[in-house]
């Protein structure tokens, strides 16, 4: 059952177990701030702005997972809290690892201005004005295993990870360990992102982790008074009858603008720097269209057309819990399939090599009500040691009735947060 609204996004992320390292310092806290720099970062393809990186790999990864058959129904996932943990990873990448990595990323390794980004865009997050967001990041280091201290910098510093030892000879315990603290960057929404059976206790090295938390209220409300239930058409074309929440004949104005194949709904949270955007396919259209023709160029397009207009709001509320996602295949699809093998080389992180990733997990949460939203996600890369428009419109109606993408967008830093479809409202 998905209902209520109510703000809280969080990802965690990252298991990686490696072969041959000892981290037995915690880092201490690096408080300078660091402003952006004003340096050009250096494109790869026609990637021109480290936004445009995270925004590219939003949507070719959920292009890529959408289409995937097993991933049906409704989905939620959070790509900034996937890309900050492959990123991380990709610190300690070399040779054909690396590259690969890079052209699913769309960064440069080594590259000052992207690590300045990073750290910018970490503590912007973290400063909580008219909304609840926060995001973390931390390293799990098997016992006596030694990383190179570049490598810890480089997370330390751009970041903000620290660094605590596990004993992974009990998988019970480490991953006990490791939930309790997703749990806590989560508001207690993720559990169990690790599985014990997903740690070796010989092979499994090293743990990143990564959460992100977002709590917001709407800046204009929706009435409790004024939900009704409504029918919803889902995409095999049962009719369910879902709460929906209703926001009519109201002096408001919103954000709008449309295609030929959807209408585009912003309803920003309190403070006006994160929003909601909706695509709702129009008829003879559906979410698959819709996904198809979305990227880096034309979702910041399609923000620049809109309007301010009236619109009379008819939204279900809804509560997404997914599975625990296994992001293998599709990371591989996208092009980096060595990293999965035993002839990937993280070497960066060790100096020394014999490390692939073994798992990629991934674990989100999201309700939806007249108030707000509240979500959360989790992601855990494992890695193991190898063994041998709208103006002129008088008053639109947007009636999600049926199937619809939605994501959760920063428009400060024009970095997209969270991305879903909703399905089937009761699901």
């Known amino acids: 059952m998905k209902n209520k609204i109510i703000g809280a996004i969080i990802v965690c992320l990252i298991i990686i177990a490696t072969s041959f390292f000892v981290l037995t310092t915690d880092f201490e806290d690096k408080s300078a701030e660091t402003k952006p720099s004003d340096n050009t970062p250096s494109p ?45 990873t990709y610190e300690g990448a070399k040779g054909l690892t690396a590259e690969e990595m890079a052209s699913v990323l769309n960064i440069e390794q080594d590259n000052k201005s992207f690590h300045e980004y990073m750290q910018t865009l970490y503590e912007y997050l973290n400063e909580n004005v008219e909304y609840n967001i926060s995001t973390a990041n931390a390293l799990w280091p098997r016992l006596n295993y030694k990383l190179l201290q570049d490598y810890i910098d480089i997370i330390e510093t751009y970041y903000g990870g620290k660094a605590s030892e596990v004993d992974y000879s009990n998988p019970v315990e480490a991953a006990a360990i490791i939930n309790n603290w997703v749990e806590n960057q989560t508001n207690n929404l993720i559990k169990n992102l690790v599985p014990p059976n997903a740690i070796d206790p010989v092979l499994t090295m090293l743990i990143l982790t990564n959460a992100i938390y977002f709590k917001g209220t709407w800046e204009v409300q929706f009435d409790e008074d004024n939900t009704t239930d409504r029918d919803f058409t889902t995409s095999t074309g049962d009719i369910v009858n879902v709460p929906t929440m209703c926001l009519t004949n109201t002096q408001d104005i919103f954000n709008y603008t449309e295609t030929e194949i959807m209408q585009i709904l912003e309803l920003p949270y309190s ?14 259209a559906d979410v698959s269209d819709i996904v198809e023709s979305l990227d880096k160029d034309s979702y910041p397009d399609l923000v620049n057309s809109m309007s301010r207009n009236e619109v009379d709001i008819y939204l279900p509320k809804f509560e997404i819990k997914t599975p625990l996602y296994n992001l293998n295949e599709c990371l591989k699809n996208l092009g980096m399939p060595i990293a999965f093998s035993s002839s990937a080389d993280f070497s960066g992180l060790d100096g020394v090599g014999g490390l692939y990733i073994s798992k990629v997990l991934h674990k989100a949460f999201i309700k939806v009500d007249e108030e707000g939203t509240e979500a959360a996600a989790a992601t855990a890369v494992i890695m193991d040691k190898t063994s041998v428009n709208g103006g002129g419109i008088s008053r639109i109606t947007f009636d999600c009735d049926h199937p619809f993408l939605f994501t959760i967008y920063h428009k400060a830093t024009n970095t997209i947060l969270f991305m879903g479809n909703v399905d089937n409202p009761l699901e």
Request: aromatic share 16%; net charge negative.
């Open 44 to 88: 790869l393809g026609n990637i021109t702005s480290f936004d445009e990186a995270v925004n590219a790999f939003a949507f070719n990864f959920y292009k890529e997972f959408y289409n995937d058959s097993t991933n049906s129904g409704n989905i939620f996932t959070s790509p900034y809290s996937i890309f900050t943990a492959l990123a991380m």
């Open 271 to 284: 403070g006006n720097e994160i929003s909601m955007m909706i695509s709702l396919p129009k008829e003879g």
